[in-house]
């Protein structure tokens, strides 16, 4: 059974940082790319972040190019999301979320049950 | 980046009614690469329908995806209780993943 767990997430205040973590357990972590997508309290789904599925390749939104880093060891089985220079428009449920296959720009057929994030004074 | 415009933004209909659920995208998304999203409050999504019209592994057969080039349509045939939810169009053909605001579906 897949299972993706995040954690890591907390009370931040503005300009400081957060590391998110996703452990993923019941398939071949190293075989596909992976996500991380927020959404914030009573909003819409928002694309974060996609890392390839050897780390090689990263891809961020505009809303957090240079201040978000996405990485993964595959050895551990566990996706990362580095957050730094945080906004109050950062607070949101982070999900961890698998895609059908190798390219970065895939469907998510699972998702993790999110991590909240909240950036305030 | 494409901009998809979900219609209508609320869908009121009675269980075992026809659902019919629109994604409009504001350029043509590239190699038909549309998903849609099911949220029951408090869950995660789930994955329905990618490459516009393939259903995804345990999608009941109520469920269709059809459309291509900018315009893209989620039909639930017979609405079941389990189905009153949000529903979220992607596009993962650009180097920017994008989602609709959404459609709630709620009982009449």
């Known amino acids: 059974e897949v299972q993706l767990l995040e954690s890591g997430g907390g009370l931040v205040q503005p300009g400081g940082s957060l590391r998110l973590s996703c452990a993923a357990s019941g398939f071949t972590f190293s075989s596909y790319a992976m996500s991380w997508v927020r959404q914030a309290p009573g909003k819409g789904l928002e694309w974060v972040s996609a890392i390839s599925d050897t780390g090689n390749s990263a891809y961020y939104a505009d809303s957090v190019k240079g201040r978000f880093t996405i990485s993964r060891d595959n050895s551990k089985n566990t996706l990362y999301l580095q957050m730094n220079s945080l906004r109050a428009e950062d607070t949101a449920l982070y999900y961890c979320?698998?895609?059908?296959?190798?390219?970065?720009?895939?469907?998510?057929?699972?998702w993790g049950q999110g991590t909240l994030v909240t950036v305030s004074s | 980046e494409v901009v998809l415009t979900q219609s209508p933004g609320t869908l009121s209909l009675s269980p075992g009614e026809r659902a019919t659920l629109s994604c409009r995208a504001s350029q043509s998304v590239s190699n038909n690469y549309l998903a849609w999203y099911q949220q029951i409050p408090g869950q995660a999504p789930r994955l329905l329908i990618y490459?516009?019209?393939s259903r995804a592994t345990g999608i009941p057969d109520r469920f269709s995806g059809s459309g291509s080039g900018t315009d893209f349509t989620l039909t639930i045939s017979r609405l079941e209780p389990e189905d009153f939810a949000v529903y979220y169009c992607?596009?993962?053909?650009?180097?920017?993943?994008?989602f609709g605001q959404g459609t709630r579906l709620e009982i009449k």
């Open positions: 979320a698998k895609t059908t296959g190798s390219s970065w720009y895939g469907p998510f057929n699972y």
């Open positions: 992607q596009q993962y053909g650009s180097s920017s993943i994008t």
């Open positions: 490459g516009a019209s």
